[in-house]
């Protein structure tokens, strides 16, 4: 059985019945730490920078299958919080440098 998702990955297996929808967020997709997302928002606050790095590496970071397929590693909340945090990083680390230069 082939079914095409809503996360762009062809999967090709056998599923049974009584699941009508298979999930490739749930089952290729890891749960990020809240550790690492609590540290993103720390240093969102503390520094811009880390916490610009920690955001995209949530939102960003893929893995390849053994099919050659290449899928986000975090799932689709995990994603959206770094997302969250990359905005939040980068507009503190513009309203910092454009305070130090006034």
Avoid: C, H
């Avoid at 990020?32 to 540290?39: C, D, M, T, Y």
Wanted: no cysteine; charged share 20%; net charge positive.
């Amino acid at each position: 059985m082939r079914l095409i998702l809503d996360t762009n990955v062809l999967v090709s297996a056998n599923i049974p019945r009584s699941y009508p929808y298979f999930i490739v967020d749930r089952v290729f997709a890891e749960k990020a730490g809240k550790r690492l997302i609590i540290a993103g928002y720390f240093f969102v606050l503390f520094g811009a920078v880390v916490g610009i790095i920690i955001g995209w590496s949530l939102y960003k970071s893929k893995k390849t299958l053994p099919n050659g397929q290449s899928v986000f590693v975090y799932r689709n909340e995990d994603r959206m919080q770094g997302s969250r945090i990359l905005l939040m990083g980068t507009i503190v680390l513009v309203l910092a440098i454009t305070l130090r230069l006034i």
